[in-house]
């Protein structure tokens, strides 16, 4: 079975469709797992799009999505509910959250359906299987999994992103924006947020279960480019 990780899509509803339609053709008639780590919503002009597509998809014949919190949709959360504080809602507002507003119709982020506000709050924070750990932001080095903290699964950034530690799992993750535009493949972890809706791309990685780390990358315009170093 394939597995395609999908990065930061922020209501890029067309890139998603296209980039899903690519990945299609490449598994063919195999079986293929599909892997969201997170940010579905916010800055780009079609969350409720992306939403309705992640929340009502049954998958279709040999696809299944796998879809992972991240921290967009955690802001989102605290916006909308009913012991939000001020500050809950301008630090979604201006991450974002107005442009998810417009895409739902709605002045209040209380309004957004309660589908959607429920389809968020069950989202498992990672995936872990054949040797990688999917999970939006990354992880705290030198902190063992089970105590890893929820902040630093949908926030972190330092010193995750600079540490050449070996986290026994090979982490794929979204969250901090790749200013080439291209994925980022470390040793230890890939970063999958190719800037979707900065103007990038947005970008799948193929697995295979023989492997932890990536087989080719995909984008949305239909690019296939292989890495150029591989992690057995």
């Known amino acids: 079975m394939l597995i395609f990780a999908i990065g930061d899509i922020h209501g890029c509803f067309e ?5 899903l339609a690519v990945c299609d053709e490449i598994r063919g008639h195999r079986s293929a797992q599909y892997v969201f780590v997170g940010d579905y919503i916010d800055r780009g002009p079609q969350s409720r ?16 999505f796998v879809c992972l919190r991240g921290n967009h949709e955690e802001m989102l959360l605290r916006a909308a509910d009913i012991e939000r504080t001020d500050r809950d809602l301008i630090n979604w507002w201006g991450n974002g959250g107005e ?34 750990l999917f999970v939006h932001a990354g992880i705290r080095p030198d902190v063992p999994l089970a105590s890893q903290s929820e902040q630093d699964l949908l926030w972190i950034r330092e010193p995750f992103l600079s540490s050449d530690l070996d986290h026994e799992l090979f982490i794929v993750h979204g969250h901090t924006p790749v200013r080439s535009r291209a994925p980022d493949l ?13 103007g990038g791309p947005l970008t799948a990685a193929v697995f295979v279960p023989s492997r932890a780390g990536p087989l080719m990358f995909v ?3 239909g690019e296939i480019s292989r890495p150029t170093a591989l992690r057995d």
């Open 99 to 132: 442009q998810t507003l417009d895409s739902y119709g709605i002045d209040d982020p209380a309004d957004v359906p309660r589908e959607h506000l429920d389809w968020i709050r069950a989202l498992p924070l990672m995936k872990i299987e054949h040797g990688r």
């Open 219 to 221: 984008n949305d315009s």
């Open 186 to 198: 470390r040793a230890n972890r890939l970063n999958l947020d190719t800037g979707a809706c900065f």
């Open 15 to 19: 890139k998603l469709m296209s980039l």
């Open 49 to 64: 799009e992306v939403m309705d597509v992640l929340v009502g998809s049954t998958g279709r014949q040999g696809r299944s």
